[in-house]
């Protein structure tokens, strides 16, 4: 099934394959399959087409995929442009929630490396 530019897996439980959308989780999964009274079991192939419209019409209210990237990436170029700790952290490709550095950042420098190209 195709959600908002997403290929959803059909055979997966309704909750578990909203999972598949940038911007939901578990929990949010399970906190919409509640609102839309689906039966935490249901597959999202044996969703009835009334629900599969009200769950399209329910995310399409939601901050999610491009627009939550969009949002996200924003906030970190904000702070890099005020030069905020974190988005001086950011620049620099280092961890930014304050883990140690001495050892165990190789993943962070790998991520972080070529994230950011914006020199302010």
């Known amino acids: 099934m195709f959600f908002l530019g997403v290929n959803i897996p059909d055979n997966k439980l309704v909750s578990i394959a909203l999972t598949s959308i940038y911007g939901v989780g ?4 399970t906190r919409i399959c509640n609102q ?9 192939k044996d969703l009835p087409e ?3 419209t009200q769950l399209s019409g329910l995310l399409n209210g939601m901050t999610i995929e491009t627009e939550l990237r969009k949002q996200i990436a924003d906030n970190i170029a904000k702070m890099v442009h005020i030069n905020s700790y974190k988005g001086m952290r950011h620049k620099a490709g280092l ?3 304050g883990q140690r550095t001495s050892t165990n950042a190789q993943t962070a420098k790998k991520l972080n490396k070529g994230r950011m190209s914006i020199d302010a």
């Open 95 to 97: 961890p930014v929630h």
């Open 26 to 29: 578990p929990k949010t999964g």
């Open 50 to 52: 009334d629900k599969v």
């Open 36 to 44: 839309l009274l689906i039966h935490p079991q249901c597959r999202l």
